[in-house]
């Protein structure tokens, strides 16, 4: 049985990031929670993820930070926001975010989003490539 792809959800709304969470793991996922940009810095530099889903605000910074601290270890990005806001998708995007959604989340948009990761050319990085059926269904 292959391992479960690790996914770091940055949420500071514990019931966003436990839902977000529940449906990733639903996905054959192994989400992995984290609610401040210290812990986020600390996760990133110590394993390899296949992606990480970030509130578009959180207690101690925002999606601006997560994103300058994936692109250093070169791990795509999904910022998520309770509303559309079209700027703040424009900027997310910008700044090198893989992709922007909002909540509440619709499993259909996660497993295309997914998906998608797991084609990009450093997926393999994170185990990525192989043995995902459960995205593809």
């Not at 940055?10 to 812990?39: A, H």
């Not at 996760?43 to 207690?59: I, N, P, S, T």
């Not at 990005?77 to 995007?93: D, K």
């Not at 959604?101 to 490539?129: D, F, K």
């Amino acid at each position: 049985m292959p391992s479960r792809l690790p996914v770091l959800v940055v949420s500071s709304d514990s019931d966003n990031g436990r839902k977000l969470g529940s449906i990733l793991s639903e996905c054959g996922l192994d989400p992995i929670p984290t609610s401040t940009l210290e812990e986020t810095q600390s996760l990133l530099g110590k394993r390899d993820m296949l992606l990480v889903f970030c509130d578009a605000e959180l207690a101690d910074g925002t999606f601006r930070e997560v994103l300058r601290l994936a692109e250093a270890v070169k791990i795509p990005v999904v910022v998520a926001s309770r509303v559309h806001e079209t700027l703040q998708y424009l900027e997310a995007m910008r700044l090198g975010a893989f992709d922007f959604i909002t909540t509440p989340y619709r499993r259909s948009e996660l497993e295309h989003i997914v998906a998608s990761a797991l084609h990009r050319p450093n997926a393999a990085a994170a185990g990525g490539g192989g043995g995902f059926s459960a995205v593809t269904r």
